[in-house]
């Protein structure tokens, strides 16, 4: 069974920088695609950033192009995503998701696995 646990999240100031950490147990974590989406109350969960299983490919949306890095360490069982000059407009429950056939990287649809989700706080 595929379980996903994220953690890093905080209260941060505009500026800051952050790494969230998404660690999976129960699979062959090098053979699942994986992303991270974030969802603020009564908005839908949105991409963030997509990384293949081997990490040699990286999909970003453009909130996070140039300020977001998505990476995974397939060793550790972990993803990562680097968060600097984070903003107000960063605040947002972070989530990761997994599955091993992901045509369309930033449809929610596509991922069977989800992690609970890490708060991240960002003050002005």
């Known amino acids: 069974q595929v379980q996903l646990a994220e953690s890093g999240g905080g209260l941060v100031q505009a500026g800051d920088s952050l790494r969230l950490s998404c660690v999976g147990s129960?699979?062959?974590?090098?053979?699942?695609?994986m992303a991270w989406f974030r969802q603020t109350p009564g908005k839908e969960r949105d991409f963030v950033a997509a990384?293949?299983?081997?990490?040699?490919?990286?999909y970003y949306a453009g909130l996070a192009k140039g300020r977001f890095t998505i990476s995974r360490d397939n060793a550790k069982n972990t993803l990562f995503l680097e968060m600097n000059n984070v903003k107000p407009e960063d605040t947002a429950v972070y989530y990761c998701?997994?599955?091993?056939?992901?045509?369309?990287?930033?449809?929610?649809?596509?991922?069977?696995?989800w992690g609970q989700g890490t708060q991240v706080t960002v003050s002005s």
């Open positions: 990384i293949s299983g081997s990490g040699d490919s990286t």
């Open positions: 998701a997994a599955d091993r056939e992901v045509p369309t990287y930033y449809e929610i649809y596509e991922y069977d696995y």
């Open positions: 129960g699979h062959i974590f090098g053979a699942y695609q």
